[in-house]
């Protein structure tokens, strides 16, 4: 289905809902990989049970001025053995020939998982596997893959359940660490030679201040809150995420994929709706930012569409803000 050409700051796509878009650049192309909201009036809770998505539409776009496409469906829920409900937030990586999809969804005890699937092409189909990744947990796997190693991102908090796994294992009445505590970070893991599991424990990510300091769960305007991504520009990391309640994508430096990352300020100030959510991608010599907002439905928090904005570099490599609606 051909869909409109790019504009600055417009839904790429305006016949479903989209969001959380993870974008990559596979075989020449711009591949857009969102969550696909559905058209449901629910009320929003903290738990994020809004979010009750059941499949995965691919978008890609030849270049600037081609049409957005519209893949159509390329995973569903009711083909994926072990997954209850909630497709989440999605990413996509390619290894030898072959192209992997992973996202987060509920097992059958309501516990949020991550899962993998695999296809031939990047637009898809693909065939999940039969059970979620051995030690999976929590929420919005970003996947970076650096030469022949390839590392996942993950977690969020609240809906995300990443408070509930501060031991390593569920506890579904844990909560999150008091306001002047270290923030919980996103975990990473490094990914085996197939890419189908942990190839390690994952590890929590440290994010800290220019003091060197942790940043404290107190701290609302620079905390992880969900959604991390990765990328690296001239040698170094960027690990980039959602301050959740305070409605920020933010990021943070360092020098190697682990960490440690300090922070360094805001990429793009709120938008319309609770959530927000990236990726930044380089695309034909410019660097692009996906994000999403609630515009296309007037503001509901469960129907989001995907956007892109050009991202710039100051010369220091610190990012400019950018202001959504300036
Ligand atoms: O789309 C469902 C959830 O909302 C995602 O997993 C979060 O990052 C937030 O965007």
Known sequence: MKMKTLKWGEPLVTHIYTADPSAHVFEGKLYIYPSHDLDHEQASNDNGDQYDMEDYHILSMDGFDAACVDHGEALHLRDIPWAKQQLW????????????????????????????????????????QPSYMPGSFSIDPA???????????????????????????????????????????PRVARLSRDML????????????????????????????????????????????????????????????????????????????GWTTHHSIVEFQGRWLLFYHDSSLSGGADNKRCVKCAELQYNEDGTIRTIDPYA
């Open 197 to 272: 599991t942990f190839e390690e424990e994952p590890r929590e990510v440290s994010i800290v201040g220019e003091d060197g300091l942790p940043i404290l769960a107190g701290d609302e305007d620079r905390r992880y809150f969900e959604g991390p991504w990765m990328h690296t520009y001239n040698g170094k990391y960027y690990l980039s995420y959602s301050t959740g309640t305070t409605h920020k994508l933010v990021y943070a430096i360092g020098d190697h994929p682990y960490g440690p990352f300090t922070f360094q300020g805001t990429i793009l100030t709120p938008v319309v």
């Open 143 to 185: 996947v970076f893959v650096e030469g022949d190693e390839a590392y996942m991102y993950f977690g969020g908090l609240w809906g995300g359940q990443l408070e509930k796994w501060q031991t390593g294992a569920f506890i579904a009445n844990a909560e999150g660490p008091a306001p002047d505590a270290p923030a919980l970070g």
């Open 89 to 128: 937030a999605p990413d996509a990586a390619y290894k030898d020939g072959t192209y992997y999809l992973f996202f987060p969804a509920r097992d059958q005890d309501s516990v949020f998982r991550i899962g993998v699937a695999t296809g031939s092409s990047p637009a898809g189909p693909f065939e999940p």
